[in-house]
């Protein structure tokens, strides 16, 4: 018979109840596909509005990622399974190059809901992507830290600079709006914009695009498009399924499998019901039941 200290181990390696449903399709998804399973879901969406941080992809992202990784047979691939906001362009590009040199160009990234800014990055340093008919991506241009686009700054300045050109009286209107911003701010919008544009142009033409008789063209087709911000307007835009398929990414409907389909959003479920009725702000989790899960403490009345 298990001792009292046995028994309180087991207790809490099998977690509550939303772990062991979260992990039950997992398992059910891997035995699916035959591929290793990542799950990267934050809570933004549940708890963006209760003063709480900690839901944009940064640097602590990498261990759990090291976490759930130790151990896999990596020879079977990775699907990644995309829930984000988005986050810090640098944690972005060390996870990107981190989880490609654990499985090469054998990734597929899954986004049963919506992966934005530099989750949709993520996605498009994968193979492929399966996306739902509800699903949505968004634009890559870089947001400075609070949240203002450096494309919207630079179109600012070239506006003020062509106003002032063809009129003087009109520098008491710009002084107060261009006094706002730094010296430095227009060299620093400039270097965000290439450091997004330059690599993703380079994740697209090794993964999604190696295999295209352009590769150089087809990338920066797509970079010129997601990256511009006097095309897609806002940094919130959301790009469809079919916008996606329009840009000629390699995308799969998620549709196309009704096997896959239920699996994905089943595992899509369990995550939401644990983001909406737990602590829980980001999970990253395996299909072995091996998560790196962060929560946040509520605060006593």
Not at 20 to 40: E, H, S
Request: net charge neutral; aromatic share 6%; charged share 20%.
């Amino acid at each position: 018979m298990p001792n009292w200290q046995a028994l309180l181990n087991e207790v809490e390696s099998t977690g509550s109840t939303h772990d062991v449903i979260r992990r039950k399709y997992l398992r059910r998804l891997y035995k699916k596909t035959g591929r290793n399973v990542i799950l990267y879901y934050s809570g933004w969406l549940q708890k963006g509005d209760m003063g709480v941080g900690g839901f944009n992809i940064s640097d602590a992202d990498k261990n759990g990622f090291m976490a759930v990784i130790h151990g896999m047979d990596r020879t079977k691939g990775l699907d990644l399974i995309l829930h984000t906001p988005g986050g810090d362009i640098a944690a972005t590009e060390s996870l990107v190059d981190y989880l490609r040199s654990m499985f090469g160009s054998n990734i597929r990234a899954i986004v049963p809901q919506i992966a934005m800014s530099a989750g949709t990055m993520i996605a498009l340093s994968c193979r492929e992507i399966i996306m739902g008919k509800h699903s949505s991506l968004g634009p890559i241009d870089p947001q400075l830290g609070n949240g203002i686009a450096a494309h919207g700054i630079i179109e600012e300045f070239e506006q003020a600079k062509a106003d002032l050109k063809e009129n003087l009286a009109l520098a008491h209107i710009w002084q107060p709006i261009i006094a706002k911003y730094s010296p430095t701010v227009i060299g620093e919008c400039q270097k965000a914009i290439k450091w997004s544009e330059t690599i993703v142009k380079r994740w697209l033409i090794e993964g999604m695009f190696r295999d295209k008789q352009d590769p150089d063209a087809a990338a920066q087709s797509v970079v010129d498009d997601l990256c511009s911000h006097s095309i897609t307007l806002s940094h919130s835009r959301h790009i469809s399924l079919k916008r996606a398929q329009e840009l000629n990414l390699t995308v799969i409907p998620l549709e196309s499998d009704q096997g896959l389909q239920d699996a994905i959003l089943s595992v899509h479920h369990a995550c939401i019901h644990t983001l909406t009725r737990t602590p829980v702000i980001k999970l990253i989790e395996n299909h072995r039941g091996v998560g790196f899960i962060s929560a946040f403490a509520p605060q006593a009345p």
